[in-house]
Nanobody, 115 residues
Framework: QVQLVESGGGLVQPGGSLRLSCAAN????????IDWYRQAPGKQRELVATITSGGITNYPDSVKGRFTASRDNAKNTVYLQMNSLKPEDTALYSC?????????WGQGTQVTVSS
């Protein structure tokens, strides 16, 4: 069965950095578009990054210039590098792999930005 696992979250001070990973078992990431989402308590889920199967990335203005998505197909892993973190970045971050007719989600990793 398909399994996506996020890792790399934790507690970081404002201005700090974290790199999140999303690893897959059961599918080959090279054929999938990968989205990163976040959701904070009481707020709607927000798309924060997309990286297509061809390596094209997109970001909303809220994270543009601070977050960078990348992929390592040899490791079947995608990454979200988060720099200059702000308290408002605090959320549960989840990855989603999507292809024609199918989507897979991970369970998420918690990011807390606090002094």
């Amino acid at each position: 069965q398909v399994q996506l696992v996020e890792s790399g979250g934790g507690l970081v001070q404002p201005g700090g950095s974290l790199r999140l990973s999303c690893a897959a078992n059961g599918i080959s990431f090279r054929f999938y578009n990968i989205d990163w989402y976040r959701q904070a308590p009481g707020k709607q889920r927000e798309l924060v990054a997309t990286i297509t199967s061809g390596g094209i990335t997109n970001y909303p203005d809220s994270v543009k210039g601070r977050f960078t998505a990348s992929r390592d197909n040899a490791k079947n892993t995608v990454y979200l590098q988060m720099n200059s973190l702000k308290p408002e970045d605090t959320a549960l971050y989840s990855c989603k792999a999507g292809a024609l007719g199918v989507q897979y989600w991970g369970q998420g990793t918690q990011v807390t930005v606090s002094s």
